[in-house]
């Protein structure tokens, strides 16, 4: 009788089992979403920004730089968002502008003072580091091919409010990508536009990059993005059924 009872169930157990498998082959093969990633070395303001948006599982990639003089206190704040499910990446030893440097000096160097101690201070601390945001944006493909030799994942930066064919602040399959400012003083920054691109985003199943430094609940000057800011991105990733990536993720997109 159980094994004429499972048997009848066949019909119904089967079509939702190859629906389900569908839909996960459907959100790896056709993502969508947003990577939110932050520059610089704001780790008292990321923890109080993560407490906030936590209820929306979220997930960012946190940009660090000057690691060489971040107090214990800091590091351990770091390491909360670590363990949280974020990612830590690199954004360089100096915060050194890579094309300038190289200019005036060689790409050797550049590796020896801005790349290596980064490296060997942060995975002190951290998981290993794989992903690299270009201070300033400053990059040339000779300096990334160097760099891919340190990193999987590198991003650059765009600006200006575009036309949705022309967007360089998406994955393109890709380990270079670009990300967009979303700190409140960039002139192409509106919450109209940033609405336009979630749209975009939903609508033609692609990852949008965006990239921050401090998060206030008050703008009070530049490089810096308002919290409401923030928690509107998280509130339409969620009620749209998209998801959060790090770009450490983007290494397991197809």
Known sequence: MKGFQILFMLPI?????????????????NPRGVILTFDDNHAKDWVWADSILSVYNWKATFCISHIGNMSSKDISLLKSLE???????????????????????????YIDEEITPMLDSMEQYFDPII????????????????LFNYF???????????????LKCV???SPLVFGLGIDSHYSHFSMTYLTELLDYARENQIILIFYSHDVVSQVTGPYQTNIST????CQYIT???????????LINIE
């Open 131 to 146: 992903s690299f945001a270009y201070p300033y944006g400053s990059r040339s493909l000779d300096i990334d091919s160097v």
């Open 230 to 233: 923030l928690e509107y991105i």
């Open 171 to 173: 994955y393109n399959s």
């Open 239 to 249: 009620e749209n059924h998209m998801t959060f990536y790090s770009l450490s993720d």
């Open 83 to 109: 363990n949280n499910g974020h990612e830590i990446a690199g954004h360089g030893y100096l915060h050194v502008n890579a094309v300038d440097f190289i200019g005036e000096n060689d790409i050797s160097t």
């Open 13 to 29: 157990f089967i079509p939702i089992l190859l629906n389900s498998c569908k839909k996960n082959e459907e959100s790896q093969t």
């Open 152 to 166: 999987h994942v590198l991003r650059g930066t765009t600006y200006g409010r575009v036309n949705s064919s022309e």
